[in-house]
Nanobody, 119 residues
Framework: QVQLAESGGGLVQAGGSLRLSCAAS????????MAWFRQAPGKERESVAA????????WYDDSVKGRFTISRDNPKNSLYLQMNTLKPEDTGVYYC????????????WGQGTQVTVSS
């Protein structure tokens, strides 16, 4: 069982920045493939960034590429999402998620943190 807790969301003006954090439980954190997802009002949840267990591989959706940076601190069991040059369309609930080694789906999710970008 993996427990996740996001923090760092809030209200920010367009062009501003926020840094989201995700604290995870578990003794094998460095084996977790992790990702950030978001869900805007009335839309389906979408993935925005992902990172391998070692941190050596990252992926970004085209909509955030060059503006968002995903990172992790394995000794601290923490995942981060640095979001710069925020746009109103980045508004939504942001979730961190874990995909265990050998699995194909993200099985563990946090409760989410709200990000609101005003124009």
């Amino acid at each position: 069982q993996v427990q996740l807790a996001e923090s760092g969301g809030g209200l920010v003006q367009a062009g501003g920045s926020l840094r989201l954090s995700c604290a995870a439980s578990g003794r094998t954190f460095n084996s977790y493939h992790m990702a950030w997802f978001r869900q805007a009002p009335g839309k389906e949840r979408e993935s925005v960034a992902a990172i391998s267990g070692s941190g050596g591989y990252t992926w970004y959706d085209d909509s955030v590429k060059g503006r968002f940076t995903i990172s992790r601190d394995n000794p601290k069991n923490s995942l981060y999402l640095q979001m710069n040059t925020l746009k109103p369309e980045d508004t939504g609930v942001y979730y961190c998620a874990v995909r265990l080694s050998g699995q194909t789906k993200y099985a563990y999710w946090g409760q989410g943190t709200q990000v609101t970008v005003s124009s």
